[in-house]
T-cell receptor, first 116, second 117 residues
Framework: GAVVSQHPSWVICKSGTSVKIECRSL??????MFWYRQFPKQSLMLMATSNEGSKATYEQGVEKDKFLINHASLTLSTLTVTSAHPEDSSFYICSARDGAGQETQYFGPGTRLLVL | AQTVTQSQPEMSVQEAETVTLSCTYD???????LFWYKQPPSRQMILVIRQEAYKQQNATENRFSVNFQKAAKSFSLKISDSQLGDTAMYFCAFMKHGTGANSKLTFGKGITLSVRP
C-alpha cells in the first residue's frame, strides 16, 4: 500500500514551452500533496503544498505564476512549469500525505526535467 | 521554525556490520513525528522508519532501529547487519502535527552511506 506515482519519469523540452507533471496517490486519498525540487547530492527543497479543492501554498521565493499547481481530486495533483528555461532543469519529486493512516508522507519516483 | 541537522555528510561501513547515523533537531512543538527516509541511486525516496514524539518506545523495523531522545532532541538511526542494498543517501525529517501546509516535512541535508563488500 501507500503508492505514489509520478508521470512522466523524465522529459526533455525546448526553452519557452510548458511542461506538466502529474502526481497520483494510487491506493489512498491525499488531501495534501507536496512538490519538491532536488539538485544532485542535495536535500529536497519544498516548493509548495498542494491542497485539494483550494489554492496551493507556495514557499518563499517560489514563483506562483511559473510553477502552477492544481489539486483537482483527492488522488491527483499536477505541477506545470510554464515557459520553462534551462535553469528550471532539475529533479522534481511529489509526495502525498496519508492523513487517514499513519500521518506519513509517501513519495513519487520523481521526474527529471531537462530544458534545452 | 523547525530545523534538522545531519552533521556527517558521508559514512562508510563494512557489509554485515552496524552503523549509526546521527540527527538532531530543534523545535518548540510538543507533538510531532520524526522520519528517516532512504534515497538510493534510483532517487526514489523510501520511508525507512517513523517515530511519534509522544511514544517513548524507540521504533524498530527489521534491521533498522532508532534511538529517540526527546529531551536532547536527538534521533539517530542504527542499521544492523548492513547490506550492499543499504547504500544510499539517508535523510532525517521532522513533521509537526497538523494539516495542510502545517504538515510539511523539514529535511536535514542528508548523509551518503556506502556499504563496502
Amino acid at each position: 500500500g501507500a503508492v505514489v506515482s509520478q508521470h512522466p519519469s523524465w522529459v526533455i523540452c525546448k526553452s519557452g514551452t510548458s511542461v506538466k507533471i502529474e502526481c497520483r496517490s494510487l491506493d489512498f486519498q491525499a488531501t495534501t500533496m507536496f512538490w519538491y525540487r532536488q539538485f544532485p547530492k542535495q536535500s529536497l527543497m519544498l516548493m509548495a503544498t498542494s491542497n485539494e479543492g483550494s489554492k496551493a501554498t507556495y514557499e518563499q521565493g517560489v514563483e506562483k505564476d511559473k510553477f502552477l499547481i492544481n489539486h483537482a481530486s483527492l488522488t491527483l495533483s499536477t505541477l506545470t512549469v510554464t515557459s520553462a528555461h534551462p535553469e528550471d532543469s532539475s529533479f522534481y519529486i511529489c509526495s502525498a500525505r496519508d492523513g487517514a493512516g499513519q500521518e506519513t508522507q509517501y513519495f513519487g519516483p520523481g521526474t527529471r526535467l531537462l530544458v534545452l | 521554525a523547525q530545523t534538522v541537522t545531519q552533521s556527517q555528510p558521508e559514512m562508510s561501513v563494512q557489509e554485515a556490520e552496524t552503523v549509526t547515523l546521527s540527527c538532531t533537531y530543534d523545535t518548540s512543538e510538543n507533538n510531532y513525528y520524526l522520519f528517516w527516509y532512504k534515497q538510493p541511486p534510483s532517487r526514489q525516496m523510501i520511508l525507512v522508519i517513523r517515530q511519534e514524539a509522544y511514544k517513548q518506545q524507540n521504533a524498530t523495523e527489521n534491521r533498522f532501529s532508532v534511538n529517540f531522545q526527546k529531551a536532547a532532541k536527538s534521533f539517530s538511526l542504527k542499521i544492523s547487519d548492513s547490506q550492499l542494498g543499504d547504500t544510499a543517501m539517508y535523510f532525517c525529517a521532522f513533521m509537526k502535527h497538523g494539516t495542510g501546509a502545517n504538515s510539511k516535512l523539514t529535511f536535514g541535508k542528508g548523509i551518503t552511506l556506502s556499504v563496502r563488500p
